[in-house]
Structures are given as C-alpha cells and as structure tokens.
C-alpha cells in the first residue's frame, strides 16, 4: 500500500518515534510505501511530501520535534482546501493517511473520513493529554518531567530567597500538566482551567502558610486558568487557524497581583515551549511506537475513522468521533489529591 503519515498541531516529543515505527512495521512487515506530508495538514492540501523508509528513520527515536515539520494548517480554512487534499490523494495514489495530531488535526481527520470518505487512521498527540478516547497521549509525561525538574529547581531559589514562586505551564483548556507536576513537585497551589480561581484565596492560602513557619511557595498555574469574572483582567490575543486564542501571561499577572496582595517577594517562571521540546521520556517513546506500530496494522485492517488508543495498559481503537468529540478535562479526583498539600 502507498501510505502518508502527517504530523499536526504543536509539536510534541514521541512524534519521530511514531513516524520510525509505522514506517518499520509498513515497509518490513507489509511491503508498503510511505510517504511523509511537509508540515501537517498543508503537505495534503500542496501536495508536498517526502520519503520516508527505514533508512531515513534512522537515529530519530530520541529526537524530539517531528521530521517531517508540522502546522497548524487547517484545509477547511484554506481557499479550495478539502478539494485540493482529495486531488493530492488521486495524484499520489495514495491507499492510507495516517494523521497524528491533537483535537484540531483529527478534527480535521474526521471530517475527511465521513463527508469525503478518504481512509485515514488517527494517533492522539498533544502534551496537554486532553484528547478523549485514550487514557494517555504520548507527549504528556515528558512535559509532566520537565515541568516537575523545573519545580525541583525552583524550590532550592524559592528557599534561599523565602519567596513565592510562580511556574506557568501549558495547558489552555485542561490542567493535566498542571496538576500532575504539581503534585510531583510539591506545589502549594495549583490553579487549571476546569476551576476557575479566587485570587484572594490564593493569597490568602499563601499568608497562612508563611505564618506558619514556611517562606517559600511554589503555584503552578495552567497558562489557561481564568480569574473569577470580575477579579482579574485577562488580556486577549491572537487567534490561530483553529481560532485558538494565543495564551501565556496569567502567570505575569498572579505573580504581580500575589506580590501586591501579600507582601512576599514573588517571581515567574514561564516554562513555555521548554515543555515541548527535547527528547522523549522512555515512557513517551515506547507509547508512540506501540501508536505507531497500531496505526499501521489499522490501515491494514480497514481501521479508517478510527484512532488508536491507551485504555486500561491496552492499545485499541475508539471512533475518530469520540477523540474528538469532546476534550478529556482534568479528573477531580486528581486535583482533590493536590488539595491536600495545598497552603
Ligand atoms: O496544543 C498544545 C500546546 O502546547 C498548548 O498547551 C499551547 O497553548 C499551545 O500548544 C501553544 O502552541 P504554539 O506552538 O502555537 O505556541
């Protein structure tokens, strides 16, 4: 078969163990022809691709980033885009699509399998982990590492210098990295999009627990947690193709508004960017190349539509429709556990 692997949305460590395992098993094991698109989405719609076979994957299973480039190309946006995507499959011949993305890129791949009836296979991708459908996306416990490392680092300064330290991570709609680094790294707040936040209690959590004989304090805060209305202002930003606003700054703003209202000397981190990049966990890297090795056999097994997934240690296939359906928000059961060390 003549195969396409695409890469969309932010990056994310685990992609090029994916790309190496699909490309493995298809060219080994089934005598296939793959073929990468160039960033995502948009190699579909311009036709632009390149090789891709066992020898070109070579060395890239520790490499972070995607060899193939990505994008957040959205066809249903471009002028003519699904038709000129359909036309790219007639040209290349091509039998399969395998799309790894998050909720946008399979959002997009959904909507090609049941209004255009193209054969693609979805992988859930994205280090936020808030993608349905799978208990875990590949990506999330390396960012989940690196934010937990960075928190370690912050403690020591916090310490030294009895302040208040606070440690913007990503997380726009839901507050897994948040929470999970949060409780690994001993924070003493954690604030995430799913609960909107009181400032004054913050404050008020972070006095109590100077009074009590404890100078430093770590908040981890999810770049989309949101003030109670009226509380803070926010400002907004850009949008992206996908009509995502541009986030980062709560971070700014908490730490100015815990220094004001408290009187403790208050710094911010913003891990940013950090959190994606670099090598994948070993965690990571094994969880993509089973993802890579089910989506292949999935586009041998008629599995279009479909995504593979981690449910109960098990690799299966949940509908696209579900994937992305509606997104994975934080477990509260989870944050309960956070509470505990809180202030
Ligand atoms: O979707 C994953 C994500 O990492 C979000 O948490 C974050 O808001 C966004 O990507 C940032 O993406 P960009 O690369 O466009 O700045």
Redesign the pocket.
Known sequence: MRVGILTG??DCPGLNAVIRAAVRKGERHYGDQLLGFLDGWRGVVENQTMELNVERCRGILPRGGTIIGSS?TNPYKVADGVNRAKATFEELGLDALIAIG?EDTLGVAHKLVRDENLPVVGVPK???NDLSGTEVTFGFHTAVQIATDAIDRLHTTAESHDRVMVCEV???HAGWIATYAGIAGGAAEVLVPEEEFDIAEVCDFITKRHESGRYASIVVVA?GAKPKEGTLALQSGET?AFG?V??GGIGNLLAEEIERRTGFETRVTILG?I??GGTPTAYDRVLATRFGVAAIDAVHDDGFGSMVALQAGQIVRVPLEVAVGELKTLDHHLLEVAEVFFG
């Open positions: 949305g932010g957040r998050g994205t280090i936020d990503m997380g726009r770049e992206d995502h541009r986030l960017h959190q994606r």
